[in-house]
């Protein structure tokens, strides 16, 4: 149980353009989903939290509106990254939790911005 | 001070040791507490979870947790290869809405 997946698992595209991202949780109802980033050989960071049907909460220092984040239901969020630049090459994991606390993490997207 | 604090390592055990991965966390506050494991290039993955004091027990590996000297360790019996990866602590706050506060982690390599 408690399986997560994300799709694309790797992306390639042109500096400028949009890439969406999706995450599921496949088994179970996911009450909050998070977004993080991890760039190589260093820790995760949490971008934003997203609550089912309502507005994401974003870190300090994230930006919203090139971030955009929609959990339009209880298995699916997304994250799409608008007008990519080659500094938004990373390692894009999303995480779901049904509750209380545990979070259960997608096998990640690589995305590479060229 | 940080909130989650592990040692980077690396550590490193021979094949069929003991490894033993700690964490100290500065929030009396902290409710849950989380062990991951990160394959290189991979998402990390659930090992274990605590919430109370004492010891927790899943097969090879045993979660400890002292709230009063505000510590949470991972022991990795019969280590293995397959074990060698960076393992992450994290542990969440009362009312934070379930986010994960997270150590750096700690590199782990077993040698055959």
């Known amino acids: 149980g408690a399986v997560v997946s994300q799709h694309p698992s790797r992306v390639i595209c042109k500096s400028g353009t949009s890439v969406k991202i999706e995450c599921r949780s496949l088994?179970?109802?996911?009450?909050?989903m998070f977004w993080y980033r991890q760039f190589p050989k260093q820790s995760l960071m949490l971008m934003a939290t997203?609550?089912?049907?309502?507005?994401?909460?974003?870190e300090q220092g994230v930006e919203k509106d090139k971030f955009l984040i929609n959990h339009a239901s209880l298995t699916l969020s997304t994250l799409t990254v608008t007008s990519a630049h080659p500094e938004d090459s990373s390692f894009y994991i999303c995480?779901?939790?049904?509750?209380?606390?545990?979070?259960?993490f997608g096998p990640g997207t690589r995305l590479t911005v060229l | 001070q940080k909130e989650v604090e592990q040692n980077s390592g690396p550590l490193s055990v021979p094949e069929g040791a003991i490894a033993s991965l700690n964490c100290t966390y500065s929030?009396?506050?902290?409710?849950?507490f989380f062990w991951y494991r990160q394959y290189s290039g991979k998402s990390p993955e659930l090992i274990m979870f605590?919430?109370s004091n004492g010891d927790k027990e899943d097969g090879r590996f045993t979660a400890q947790l002292n709230k009063a000297s505000q510590y949470v360790s991972l022991l990795i019996r019969d280590s293995q290869p397959s074990d060698s990866a960076t393992y992450l602590c994290a542990v969440t706050l009362a009312g934070n809405n379930r986010k994960l506060i997270w150590g750096l982690g700690t590199s782990l390599a077993v040698n055959p």
């Open positions: 088994d179970f109802q996911a009450t909050t």
């Open positions: 997203s609550n089912e049907g309502s507005k994401a909460t974003y």
């Open positions: 995480s779901a939790s049904g509750g209380p606390d545990t979070q259960y």
């Open positions: 929030d009396r506050g902290s409710q849950s």
């Open positions: 605590i919430y």
